[in-house]
């Protein structure tokens, strides 16, 4: 039996937090529920904009716990983030999540000082190697010092074949055709702007980011062709100019702008970061949904 087709979409579930900064379970499991109905069922936490590198032990395996079940709920692939600047702790939240019943996790490289390849070996070896029955995705990101190139995963690749996909966010179109040497091999999953570049040759996978402020151009975008992807990425780079313009500089951390893109779908949902880290206002968030209007209606 041939495996099913890998997901075209890719999704985070971001954390909600209270006025007391506890975790609101309950506006958390509403929102894997419309992710999973209304654009994937392949949904991730803790990644960057999920406040991997922000949660305490004991939030992390109670987040993952809930997520884990709201994920049976509504037939979602649930995928752990598992972010820190020790491998040790690493590998332990890989083994509260395999508890819990996670078999698919996304890992990012420890990002104190950027590895060298020895290292970078020992770290997927510790990750991959020690934990063959599952999946992983690797998060390349410029916050770990170390982008990984299509000759760095060639190479993991070969030495691991439980790692199935890696997440990327590039408009750089060298990048992309230099990552893509490693397809199908790696499924690659690339926010809008590297997305458009590589489906004109492959195959790939959204990283839903800026498109997600409507579900069904998000939809479109993907099942679309490349001259509506073309003319697509001109709206959405209007609305990212006038995001990162909103901001000002008061708020930088992923997580602030990923709340205000799933708040146009909730207009509950809370916006609050874990401190330090500041986040957008309500005002904020007001001529956000205006812009969005406007750019991605």
Not at 59 to 87: K, N
Not at 93 to 117: C, K, M, T, Y
Not at 142 to 149: D, F, G, N, P, V
Request: charged share 20%.
């Amino acid at each position: 039996m041939n495996p099913p087709p890998p997901p075209s979409i890719l999704a985070t579930a971001v954390i909600p937090w209270t006025a007391d900064f506890t975790f609101d379970e309950a506006t958390f499991r509403r929102e894997v529920h419309a992710i999973a109905e209304e654009i994937t069922r392949t949904i991730y936490i803790f990644g960057t904009a999920g406040e991997g590198y922000a949660v305490t032990d004991q939030q992390f395996a109670t987040i993952a716990r809930v997520f884990h079940a709201v994920a049976q709920e509504c037939d979602v692939t649930p995928i752990l983030g598992i972010i820190s600047l020790s491998l040790p702790a690493i590998i332990a939240r890989i083994q509260v999540g395999h508890a819990i019943g996670f078999r698919e996790f996304q890992i990012s490289l420890p990002g104190w000082g950027a590895l060298n390849d020895t290292e970078l070996d020992t770290f997927f070896a510790h990750t991959c190697g020690a934990f063959p029955d599952c999946r992983f995705h690797h998060y390349n990101l410029a916050r770990t010092k170390r982008i990984l190139t299509g000759r760095d995963y060639l190479r993991l690749a070969a030495a691991h074949p439980n790692l199935v996909a890696v997440k990327a966010s590039t408009d750089d179109e060298a990048v992309v055709a230099d990552l893509l040497t490693v397809s199908p091999r790696l499924r690659f999953y690339f926010t809008e702007f590297g997305y458009e570049i590589a489906r004109r040759t492959h195959e790939v996978g959204l990283l839903l980011a800026l498109s997600s402020v409507n579900y069904a151009r998000a939809h479109a975008f993907v099942n679309g062709d490349n001259a509506q992807r073309a003319a697509d990425i001109l709206c959405l780079r209007q609305l990212l100019q006038s995001l990162i313009e909103l901001s000002g500089g008061r708020f930088h951390i992923d997580g602030a702008f990923d709340k205000m893109l799933y708040r146009i779908n909730d207009p509950t949902f809370p916006l609050r970061l874990l401190p330090p880290y500041a986040t957008a206002t309500n005002a904020d968030f007001e001529k956000f949904r205006g812009l969005a209007a406007e750019a991605w209606s």
